[in-house]
T-cell receptor
Framework: KAGVTQTPRYLIKTRGQQVTLSCSPI?????VSWYQQTPGQGLQFLFE???????NKGNFPGRFSGRQFSNSRSEMNVSTLELGDSALYLC?????????????FGSGTRLTVV | AQKITQTQPGMFVQEKEAVTLDCTYD???????LFWYKQPSSGEMIFLIY??????QNATEGRYSLNFQKARKSANLVISASQLGDSAMYFC????????????FGAGTILRVKS
């Protein structure tokens, strides 16, 4: 079955612009979460969605937002981009919220802010 | 606070030998899950192995095994018979519940397999 699909793979944006990243989870998976990976901060949790509801949010400014649609696809948006937002953004899908449900990650979107 | 510590920034191993990547964790929650992921240079996070806090036996998946020592709060990954394709970054992660689920990651260990 198809894995987690993230689009686009690469993105270059200018400071001050906004960007929207997309994630299509594995069919049947209802939970989608997002992570930011940078060399300095490592992997940090952004937010988690389950059945179109945000269940958990990491310690990021309000410029970072997301949503989940009825088909479980998720988007995250970053407004007023800053140079420090340059990162690999990873999406992970899971069947649900049980402790032993694993996460499957996508290949990520590499965002460069210039 | 929940935390994952990987103390080995980088490791070298000879092809066909076994290697152990260290991971210690900190949590006060009695129910948690521990994961290991591999991240090649392409960026994708590849799931390797899972250990639940209540699992009695150490997890194994092919050449990967998890040495789970609950009292010491350690969950070391053992890769047997290393292959050149094992060269990558390896992350230990813990699934925690705070109003919802999330993964807390360690800083990672870069593994280089030598021929």
């Amino acid at each position: 079955k198809a894995g987690v699909t993230q689009t686009p793979r690469y993105l270059i944006k200018t400071r001050g612009q906004q960007v929207t990243l997309s994630c299509s989870p594995i069919s049947g998976h209802r939970s989608v979460s997002w992570y930011q990976q940078t060399p300095g901060q490592g992997l940090q949790f952004l937010f988690e969605y389950f059945s179109e509801t945000q269940r958990n949010k990491g310690n990021f400014p309000g410029r970072f937002s997301g949503r989940q649609f009825s088909n479980s696809r998720s988007e995250m948006n970053v407004s007023t981009l800053e140079l420090g937002d340059s990162a690999l953004y990873l999406c992970a899908s899971s069947l649900g919220q049980r402790q032993n449900y694993g996460y499957t990650f996508g290949s990520g979107t590499r965002l460069t802010v210039v | 606070a929940q935390k994952i510590t990987q103390t080995q920034p980088g490791m070298f191993v000879q092809e066909k030998e076994a290697v152990t990547l260290d991971c210690t964790y900190d949590t006060s929650d009695p129910s948690y899950g521990l994961f290991w992921y591999k991240q090649p240079s392409s960026g994708e996070m590849i799931f390797l192995i899972y250990q639940g806090s209540y699992d009695q036996q150490n997890a194994t998946e092919g050449r990967y095994s998890l040495n789970f020592q609950k009292a010491r709060k350690s969950a070391n990954l053992v890769i047997s018979a290393s292959q050149l394709g094992d060269s990558a970054m390896y992350f230990c992660a813990m699934r925690v519940y705070e109003y919802g689920n999330k993964l807390v990651f360690g800083a990672g260990t870069i593994l280089r397999v030598k021929s």
